[in-house]
């Protein structure tokens, strides 16, 4: 909260699957937003992906290298 407040924005990564990265996001108050998995974001266009960042609120099934 403190972070958003002050206009940064917060993502969650994630090697977990869809309902556990959604329960972690609950918890910590990122009700909304998109998850979208790891395969889903291999098959995005950094154009597509820079468009959509802030809806965005989690990356779930993500690889190491996509952590990165």
Do not use: W, Y
């Amino acid at each position: 909260k403190e972070l958003a407040e002050a206009g940064i924005g917060v993502k969650i990564l994630s090697g977990d699957n869809e309902r556990v990265t959604h329960h972690v996001c609950e918890m910590l108050g990122f009700v909304e937003g998109k998850i979208i998995t790891g395969d889903a974001l291999s098959k995005m266009s950094d154009e597509a992906l820079s468009a959509s960042i802030d809806e965005i609120k989690a990356f779930c099934r993500v690889t190491p290298q996509q952590k990165s």
